[in-house]
């Protein structure tokens, strides 16, 4: 209630200062709540590093022209209509952000009908006063998963527009590649995997590449924050594609385990507490002190006939890193069982607080369960709550924590219900969470011809600066000898 009211008055006192300050623009209707835009940028939280948002009106029947006025501090910027687009330019954008950290801009969208214009009620983006990581890294696949012929690792720049490819499936012969991961969201040390013709896992550290030495597929990495471990699942899957079911795609466990590899010795490690017959563990993931191994676990059943019935917990064992050595029993964070519930992409806040993670009502592929959505876990209190303000009525599945564990950036089908989209939100020190907001692009119209799905997207702190023809040549080499 007090969060809600502080917006209520810095809404009346917004629309005091605005109309003592618009005497030079002409209006001649007033609406009382705010715009329809899209995206949706009203009264969301962004960091002060960010491009600008630009936005539209949806439906512009019968409207001839529109312009909105951005104001924070003491600028004032007019940005005129173009194509039914409110384009901000970069330069006022800076200028803007620079003036209303840890404040807000306040925006007044008008529309000219008849030749007359009516202005809608005001809307904030208030600007966080700490920065986000300036890049994200994602995969840009199609969102049948099952056509392979392009696809690429992606990396994009938060502060501007502009997104530049890490490495292509053009440069290892067209086959699959997936789970990029980054340790502690450091540019220059990052894995992926690779199928078909070139399988296997490749890490890349300072430009250089090397493939993993592994019997068995490794599946869902997460690093030990030395950089020395790195945590996997071993699955053995399988697709089922839905015709008639709301969830289009089944991806189904029919073993998993979880090992921890080590780079050095290039030894797989693992416990009979990680690798039980009677059990599917999969999703790991290191806390950030690298003391606590995070994992799902579902009791095993006959597959694919009692697929609905597998429900994941959320367990953490202890890990030793000097000794290589693993706790001697099983800590139950979410009880699968108990409460009914499927737990997926459990990922620890870098301050070591927060545990957010995936649930659905079955399954682990929960990327096309329209029911899964967003939780968060105090990991002191073990307190764990729904993340209502991120979840919709559709999927949202996979996220990623910045490195000052300030910011999340999160997929989600919202929008259409078929493309995963990147939205990011805050979260203060409280665990207060705000009104996320989609990725922005040069163009409002960028989603709508964009007929891929952004797909693990990771924050990184700085550019991967590997050239993705190098990083294809060097795997291209390995596995010519």
């Given at each position: 209630m007090k969060k809600q009211s502080?917006?209520?008055l810095l809404f009346f006192i917004t629309i005091g200062l605005l109309m003592a300050c618009s005497?030079?623009?002409?209006?001649?209707?007033?609406?009382?709540?705010?715009?329809?835009?899209?995206?949706?940028?009203?009264?969301?939280?962004?960091?002060?590093?960010?491009?600008?948002?630009?936005?539209?009106?949806?439906?512009c029947s019968g409207i001839s022209d529109l312009r909105a006025v951005f104001e924070g501090g003491n600028i004032s910027v007019k940005v005129p209509g173009r194509k039914k687009q409110i384009s901000i330019s970069s330069s006022d954008w800076e200028k803007l952000l620079k003036e209303s950290v840890g404040s807000f801009i306040s925006v007044r969208l008008q529309t000219k009908k008849d030749e007359e214009w009516t202005e809608y009620a005001p809307f904030n983006i208030y600007v966080?006063?700490?920065?986000?990581?300036?890049?994200?890294?994602?995969?840009l696949i199609e969102p049948g998963y099952e056509i392979w012929n392009e696809m690429g690792i992606y990396q994009r720049c938060l502060e501007n527009y502009k997104e530049t490819a890490i490495l292509t499936n053009k440069m290892t012969n067209y086959g699959c590649m997936n789970c990029h991961s980054f340790c502690q969201q450091n540019p220059n040390k990052m894995?992926?995997?690779?199928?078909?013709?070139?399988?296997?896992?490749?890490?890349?550290?300072?430009?250089?590449?090397?493939?993993?030495?592994?019997?068995?597929?490794?599946?869902?990495?997460?690093?030990?924050?030395?950089?020395?471990?790195?945590?996997?699942?071993?699955?053995?899957?399988?697709?089922?594609?839905?015709?008639?079911?709301?969830?289009?795609?089944?991806?189904m466990d029919y073993a998993s385990n979880v090992?921890?590899?080590?780079?050095?010795?290039?030894?797989?490690?693992?416990?009979?507490?990680?690798?039980?017959?009677?059990?599917?563990?999969?999703?790991?993931?290191?806390?950030?002190d690298g003391k606590t191994l995070y994992f799902c676990s579902s009791d095993s059943v006959s597959m694919p006939?009692?697929?609905?019935?597998?429900?994941?917990?959320?367990?953490?064992?202890?890990?030793?890193?000097?000794?290589?050595s693993f706790g001697n029993q099983i800590d139950t964070l979410y009880n699968a069982r108990k409460e009914g519930g499927s737990v997926s992409f459990p990922r620890v806040s870098p301050d070591g607080k927060w545990l957010m993670f995936t649930l659905s009502s079955y399954g682990n592929f929960s990327i096309w369960h329209k029911d899964a959505d967003l939780y968060l876990a105090d990991l002191e209190t073990k307190f764990i709550q729904p993340l209502s303000v991120l979840n919709s009525n559709d999927v949202e599945s996979y996220h990623s924590w910045s490195s000052n564990s300030r910011w999340v950036v999160f997929s989600s089908r919202r929008i259409d219900g078929l493309y995963t989209r990147p939205f990011i939100t805050y979260i203060d020190t409280e665990g207060n969470v705000h009104k996320p907001f989609l990725l922005p692009q040069k163009d409002t119209d960028y989603y709508t011809s964009l007929m891929k799905s952004y797909n693990i997207p990771e924050f990184i702190t700085g550019r991967v600066e590997a050239k993705s023809y190098t990083t294809g040549h060097s795997v291209w080499g390995l596995n010519r000898k």
């Open positions: 502080f917006r209520n005497s030079d623009i002409k209006v001649d209707h007033f609406i009382e709540k705010q715009p329809p835009i899209t995206p949706d940028y009203t009264e969301v939280t962004i960091p002060p590093n960010i491009a600008p948002l630009r936005f539209k009106m949806p439906d966080a006063i700490e920065k986000t990581d300036p890049y994200i890294a994602y995969r894995l992926f995997h690779l199928r078909i013709d070139y399988s296997g896992t490749y890490v890349v550290e300072d430009g250089q590449v090397e493939k993993l030495d592994t019997a068995s597929p490794l599946v869902y990495p997460s690093w030990h924050p030395s950089g020395d471990f790195v945590a996997f699942s071993m699955n053995t899957t399988k697709q089922m594609f839905h015709t008639t079911d709301k969830n289009r795609v089944e991806v090992v921890v590899y080590d780079l050095k010795r290039q030894q797989i490690l693992t416990s009979p507490l990680l690798s039980s017959s009677k059990s599917f563990e999969t999703f790991p993931t290191f806390s950030p006939d009692d697929y609905r019935n597998v429900k994941y917990s959320l367990c953490a064992i202890g890990y030793d890193s000097d000794t290589r």
